[in-house]
């Protein structure tokens, strides 16, 4: 006998995780608890006839072999009478919720992160392709719907508003799902919540308004969760805690809208369970007034730190002097992309604060040349480090603020401004569904390097500055691809830094003033770069930046690729915290190559070079507007010098791609720009051949731009070494020499102070294959005879020595000498012939 059974005062999503597990497992008897939710029971005031589900009592549950439990996994919960199953019986669990260690751990356990246990059954069917019918699709839509709070609880994820999707596509009736979710309270209800509220308080921890009552009635009710949720609600409260006592047992229900609020630390400690923001426990014969004591000795355990404005303000700050213009302030705007700045005297004190808005008035009115403390506003608002980011929030909302300078005794040592805190609500927002990366870290870290973080951490904390692991590293950690190229970067002084670090750890520093960087060398010889933030602004397309000093935002935002734009805190308290501001994640998620805005090729047009090797290394496309800014910015190209056009495709045909890298730039039109012509079909086959034995950006170069009227004035700017330039210079040479009817000697004749490469070179790009025959024979070519053989002929030295050695190869070439015997035979000869001195 198979059973079907969920837990006691069921909701909606055990109500239809019910119906769903009997329709994947037909031949079982679903079983219902007569302890049910209020709305639960008015809708089975309606609908239990459709259901057909037995009560425990009709069970015999000593004859169960085959126990299904659904939105719960523990045998207690269920409230079925566990002295009478069978020590042998098998269990399937589907359940939603964080374990706990009264669950079942052995048999079938489906335990899955999302936000309802309908949502997992209801995969099932559908992968099953079993239909349902509108009622039954509606049940599982209030399941759903309630269980997720409308898709606005935390654990909700792109799973449950799937499964929303398909239940409306099987005629689910959104009306009757709003009806029986958001049913209006009974008059018994109405009576315990105006209770509730009478007798609750408000307590402010740490930045949490948590709303706690308490109450004793001598009958039981139901309903205390929908209660909880509306106490919440109605004092406006982060979360609510009702402790009430009914009949012998009390009853414990908290409710949270804020990720800080992590019920299941409190009700684990009660015997309870639930969700991080739903939670609930049964304190079994007790008494009311020992239950509240160990609720408010608990609170602190599940309120998470409060994040602060020392944790994301941005530091240093740029500020800008009373007496600086106008339009000198407008130009500093435009250079770092800031919509304001603090104005700050001669003596350090803040004295206003000027905004773009500010500035665009005077500037419209032509007063540009005016100075700042004229149109500067002096009615400022500022906070203190320790200032919680909901405190930060309600100041902004209050004054109606874009930004708000951080003191720390009155000296200004942060701003903070509403990107900051929309940053910050959204990473919270998505924590849960960053990965493990602390884990990933240890796995791909050697253990000594992994402790040598920790440690720098440590010592950064020492020092009050913040740290980061920086750049590929942390895509890299990521894609679970191996990387131990470490770069650190300081809020601060790094070259100060690293030498922190050589005086506590040892090792050596080499440092580079002119752009705040150092190099440590630990004692082990491992090498950490070490590199102040900073921020860049372009004075020109495509030339080179001016940089400064910033802070961490900022010098994300100077970076190619949002997949390259991610940073790793490492300070003790926020190791491994990621800093994810231009959705790196997701884009590694869509396998995409996406710049972080809409003039970063035009500043800086190798970028579009580097897309294409990170494209190609990762097996990812550019996204569709990256593509068409590339496409657009491809002519900028030629105003960046050969050197730099060079190693940037030098770092790509490391990649080992190059015909497809060829490829890639071709449909972005770099060639035609570049060398006014696109590689053909033939040009390519030439290619493939060519880079496998002459590996190198300007071959590739000389190949593409080679068979046009001017193809050596298109290929000389990027002939930078003498060595490029005679091989420019042999090639014109060759097209002159015809050897179409030429013996071997006679080319060789001719030939034989050419490089090799060059020949090998011309031999593909013309496919001259006589030409490859006499190179591959001159490699080939052993001379039968050395200078010492021509000295012991009583031969000086001198011109007559590279002339019969060259003729002797000659004959060697066309075969009519072969052996050494015949060489000297011709040695012989050619010496009697010549004059005597």
């Not at 209800?189 to 009478?198: G, I, W």
């Not at 040592?413 to 569904?433: A, V």
């Not at 580097?610 to 496309?621: G, P, S």
Request: proline residues 3%.
């Amino acid at each position: 006998m198979n059973v079907i059974v969920s837990h006691v005062n069921i909701d909606f999503d055990g109500l239809a995780s019910l119906l769903a597990a009997k329709k994947l497992h037909p031949d079982a008897q679903v079983a219902l608890s007569d302890k049910q939710n209020p709305t639960v029971k008015s809708y089975l005031a309606i609908y239990r006839d459709e259901l057909k589900f037995s009560s425990y009592k009709d069970i015999q549950w000593s004859e169960v072999t085959t126990l299904i439990l659904v939105d719960v996994a523990s045998m207690k919960r269920t409230g079925i009478p566990v002295q009478e199953i069978r020590p042998d019986i098998r269990t399937i669990v589907y359940d939603h919720h964080s374990p706990k260690e009264e669950d079942i751990s052995s048999g079938e356990r489906y335990i899955e992160q999302v936000g309802a246990t309908i949502t997992m059954l209801m995969e099932r069917l559908h992968a099953r392709n079993i239909q349902l019918t509108p009622f039954e699709a509606t049940l599982f839509g209030l399941g759903l719907y309630t269980d997720t709070g409308n898709f606005t609880y935390q654990q909700t994820t792109e799973r449950d508003l799937y499964v929303g999707f398909l239940l409306k596509q099987q005629k689910m009736d959104i009306q009757l799902v709003d009806r029986f979710s958001g049913q209006t309270l009974s008059m018994e209800e109405r009576d315990l919540f105006q209770s509730l509220l009478t007798n609750g308080t408000q307590q402010y921890i740490d930045g949490i308004t948590l709303f706690i009552t308490t109450y004793e009635q001598p009958f039981y009710q139901s309903g205390l969760a929908t209660l909880t949720r509306r106490l919440m609600e109605s004092t406006d409260s982060d979360a609510a805690i009702s402790i009430v006592k009914m009949k012998e047992h009390v009853y414990v229900v908290a409710r949270s809208s804020t990720d800080r609020v992590d019920l299941r630390k409190l009700m684990d400690r009660l015997g309870g369970g639930g969700h991080a923001q739903a939670a609930s426990a049964t304190v079994k014969k007790e008494q009311l007034q020992p239950v509240i004591q160990h609720v408010t000795e608990s609170l602190s355990l599940m309120i998470q730190p409060a994040i602060t404005a020392a944790d994301i303000m941005a530091c240093p700050v740029k500020y800008v002097a009373p007496d600086l213009s106008i339009d000198e302030v407008l130009d500093q705007m435009y250079q770092y992309g800031h919509t304001g700045f603090p104005v700050v005297n001669k003596e350090g004190v803040l004295v206003g604060i000027i905004s773009r808005r500010d500035v665009d008035k005077a500037t419209h009115h032509g007063l540009g040349h005016a100075p700042v403390k004229a149109y500067m506003s002096t009615q400022l608002v500022t906070l203190g480090s320790n200032a919680s980011l909901e405190e930060i929030q309600a100041t902004m909302m209050k004054h109606n603020i874009g930004r708000i300078p951080i003191l720390s005794d009155n000296e200004m040592i942060g701003i903070l401004s509403r990107t900051d805190i929309i940053e910050q609500l959204h990473r919270e927002t998505n924590q849960d569904n960053e990965q493990p990366i602390v884990l990933l870290m240890k796995q791909q870290l050697s253990k000594k390097m992994y402790e040598l973080l920790l440690e720098i951490g440590s010592i950064a904390d020492q020092q009050s500055v913040k740290i980061y692991l920086i750049g590929g590293i942390v895509r890299d950690f990521i894609l679970q691809r191996p990387n131990e190229d470490i770069d650190l970067v300081v809020e601060g002084d790094g070259i100060a830094f690293a030498n922190q670090l050589k005086k506590q750890l040892g090792g050596n520093v080499k440092s580079h003033e002119k752009f705040g960087t150092a190099t440590w060398t630990t004692e082990e010889n491992h090498k950490l770069d070490i590199v102040t933030c900073r921020t860049e602004y372009y004075d020109a397309p495509a030339a080179l930046p001016n940089v400064r000093a910033s802070n961490i935002r900022e010098d994300l935002r100077r970076r190619d690729f949002t997949i390259n734009a991610m940073a790793l805190q490492i300070n003790k308290r926020q190791f491994g915290k990621l800093l994810d501001f231009f959705q790196g994640q997701e884009d590694i998620q869509l396998r995409k190559i996406r710049i972080l805005h809409t003039l970063s090729f035009i500043e800086d047009p190798t970028r579009i070079i580097r897309a294409v090797r990170f494209a190609l290394r990762f097996q990812y496309e550019l996204a569709e507007h990256t593509f068409e800014l590339a496409l657009n910015a491809v002519p900028m190209l030629k105003q960046v010098s050969a050197k730099r056009l060079l190693r940037e495709f030098e770092l790509l045909q490391k990649e080992n791609v190059t015909l497809d890298a060829v490829t890639c730039l071709q449909s972005l039109g770099i060639w035609s720009t570049l060398f006014h012509r696109e590689p053909n079909e033939h040009t390519m086959k030439k290619l493939s051949t060519i880079i496998k034995e002459m590996p190198h950006p300007f071959i590739t170069f000389l190949t593409i731009a080679y068979g046009q009227k001017d193809w050596h004035v298109v290929i000389k700017p990027y002939a930078l070494i003498s060595e490029h330039n005679q091989m420019i210079e042999q090639l014109i040479k060759m097209e002159q020499i015809d050897i179409k009817n030429e013996s071997l000697s006679s080319i060789h004749d001719q030939l034989h102070l050419f490089q090799d490469d060059v020949l090998y070179l011309f031999a593909q790009l013309t496919n001259d294959q006589k030409l490859l025959t006499y190179l591959q024979k001159r490699k080939q070519l052993n001379l039968l005879l050395s200078g010492k053989d021509l000295i012991d002929k009583g031969l000086n030295p001198g011109p007559d020595f590279s002339d019969l050695l060259h003729q002797l190869a000659c004959l060697q070439l066309d075969e009519i000498i072969q052996t050494k015997d015949d060489a000297v035979t011709w040695l012989e000869n050619k010496v009697a012939e010549l004059p005597l001195d």
